[in-house]
């Protein structure tokens, strides 16, 4: 067993020759949420816990860190060290998609066969934030949320301007646009983490169906630590309005 989060029940999920603890609260369609670095902090699971109040279910992988250990500067740079050299995680490849996208592509359809609904949300935040971008290959996958997505990171002007995806995945992506799907991108317009031209390649690529919601300052974390009330307010709209009955 997983270490326990309080309000949520644990439980490993296997696929791809990869296990990792999954955390889930609530009921109705499913929605992942990926945490940023350094992992399942107590603000990652309070965000949960909103989800599941929204009429959701929140299911929230653990795939780095300590589940339930708050924020210090020296956890969060032990734990992105040690996501950066992560095998699963590209954090500087050009033209590829992270592996572990693939396991969380699995968790998606897994969660939708068990909780039902017309698709699946996720949510991908800071080192994960484009990893939801990523999920929406599968068509499970109807409410993709970005909350400032920070890899690869931003070295050069190519990677600043990049997604994350391989090229064949981000066509796949467009076509789930073109087809009726939105992506929801979130940031601080003064955060180095997330450079204005990712922004400026998703609004190019993706057209009217990437929703910019662009705060001002330097802050970084839209959803916890530098939480904006209003974004989490438009995440939770974006997630009932796609997956919830009218």
């Avoid at 609530?26 to 992992?39: D, F, L, Q, R």
Wanted: glycine letters at 12%; aromatic letters at 8%; a neutral charge.
């Amino acid at each position: 067993m997983g270490v326990a989060v309080e309000g949520f029940t644990e439980s490993p999920f296997t696929a791809l020759g990869r296990t990792y603890p999954v955390y889930r609260r609530g009921s109705g369609p499913a929605v992942i949420v990926i945490h940023e670095v350094p992992g399942l902090t107590p603000l990652v699971a309070q965000f949960g816990r909103e989800v599941a109040d929204a009429g959701l279910t929140a299911v929230l992988p653990s795939l780095f860190g300590e589940p339930n250990r708050p924020m210090t500067a020296g956890y969060a740079a032990k734990s992105f060290f040690g996501a950066c050299v992560s095998k699963e995680f590209h954090a500087l490849a050009l033209g590829e998609t992270s592996p572990i996208i693939d396991w969380l592509r699995e968790l998606a359809r897994h969660e939708h066969a068990v909780c039902g609904g017309p698709g699946v949300g996720a949510v991908g935040m800071c080192f994960t934030g484009g990893f939801a971008l990523g999920m929406m290959v599968d068509p499970v996958v109807k409410a993709p949320v970005l909350s400032q997505p920070s890899t690869p990171l931003p070295v050069g002007r190519r990677r600043r301007a990049a997604v994350g995806l391989s090229d064949a995945d981000f066509a796949a992506v467009k076509q789930r646009v073109a087809e009726g799907t939105c992506v929801l991108g979130l940031r601080y317009s003064g955060d180095p983490a997330v450079p204005d031209a990712r922004f400026e390649t998703l609004r190019r690529e993706l057209g009217d169906g990437f929703i910019a919601v662009e705060l001002p300052g330097r802050k970084h974390s839209v959803l916890t630590e530098h939480r904006d009330d209003d974004s989490v307010r438009k995440v939770l709209d974006f997630f009932r309005e796609r997956l919830l009955p009218a």
